[in-house]
């Protein structure tokens, strides 16, 4: 893929600089999956489709609030560290494996980033003033919404890139969980979307 179809496929102007570095981010992600299995190896030879644009494809629907950008459980940085290299600010990564968090700082790096990468649990963490949070391919919408519980606020959009199964665990968040919802067709894959919720309170039953 290059940069023209890159920019088509997104409906934006991906500049050289940022393109550059998302060819850089590739390249590191080669080398290191070597040694530290960052994505499944059965993905390498279609790194641009499914990992780089399906994270990029989220850009348009960030804008730069004040608050911040938590990434859920980042594993090779997707999608925090694509949305970082486009001109997302005050990213935090989240990530409990060591080595992971070793790839992601090497990739900050390389790239000249500044985000915060947090080597920590989910549940550890506290984090104020979230406008957004993301998370790809870590656990089921119920699940995300319990780990983002304690530091999202009326206001936090949350965007998490699902596949199939979406709606059906749209139907089982909701069991615990009020919510807004809205699921907005992937550009990568039919099936896939991105659902985005806000306005997210725990579900409470009256007996």
Same mark, same amino acid.
């Given at each position: 893929?290059?940069?023209?179809?890159?920019?088509?496929r997104l409906?934006?102007?991906?500049?050289r600089?940022t393109?550059?570095?998302?060819?850089?981010?590739?390249?590191?992600?080669k080398?290191?999956?070597?040694k530290v299995?960052? +994505? #499944?190896?059965? /993905?390498?030879?279609? $790194?641009?489709?499914?990992?780089? @644009?399906? =994270?990029?494809?989220?850009?348009?629907?960030?804008?730069?609030?004040?608050?911040?950008?938590?990434?859920?459980?980042?594993?090779?940085?997707?999608?925090?560290?694509?949305?970082?290299?486009?001109?997302?600010?005050n990213?935090?990564?989240?990530?409990?494996?060591?080595?992971?968090?070793?790839?992601?700082?090497?990739?900050?790096?390389?790239?000249g980033?500044s985000?915060?990468?947090?080597?920590?649990?989910?549940?550890?963490?506290?984090?104020?003033? +979230? #406008?957004?949070? /993301?998370?790809?391919? $870590?656990?089921?919408?119920?699940? @995300?919404? =319990?780990?983002?519980?304690?530091?999202?606020?009326?206001?936090?959009?949350?965007?998490?890139?699902k596949?199939?199964?979406?709606e059906?665990?749209?139907?089982?968040?909701k069991?615990?969980?009020?919510?807004?919802?809205?699921?907005?067709?992937?550009?990568?894959?039919e099936k896939?979307c991105?659902?985005?919720?806000?306005?997210?309170?725990?579900?409470?039953?009256?007996?």
């Amino acid at each position: 893929m290059n940069r023209e179809e890159f920019s088509n496929r997104l409906s934006l102007d991906v500049s050289r600089e940022t393109w550059e570095n998302l060819c850089l981010y590739v390249e590191l992600l080669k080398k290191w999956q070597k040694k530290v299995n960052l +994505v #499944s190896p059965k /993905t390498i030879g279609n $790194l641009w489709e499914r990992h780089m @644009l399906d =994270s990029a494809q989220l850009f348009k629907h960030i804008s730069n609030a004040d608050g911040s950008l938590v990434d859920l459980g980042s594993g090779a940085g997707f999608p925090a560290l694509v949305l970082s290299i486009m001109g997302i600010k005050n990213i935090h990564l989240i990530e409990s494996d060591r080595k992971k968090c070793s790839f992601l700082r090497e990739v900050a790096r390389k790239c000249g980033l500044s985000v915060n990468i947090v080597n920590d649990r989910i549940e550890d963490i506290n984090i104020d003033n +979230v #406008s957004f949070v /993301t998370a790809r391919a $870590l656990s089921s919408l119920d699940n @995300l919404l =319990s780990y983002s519980h304690s530091f999202i606020n009326d206001n936090t959009v949350c965007l998490f890139l699902k596949g199939q199964k979406a709606e059906e665990e749209v139907l089982e968040a909701k069991n615990n969980w009020v919510f807004s919802v809205e699921l907005i067709p992937s550009i990568i894959e039919e099936k896939s979307c991105i659902v985005k919720t806000q306005n997210v309170s725990r579900e409470t039953f009256i007996k």
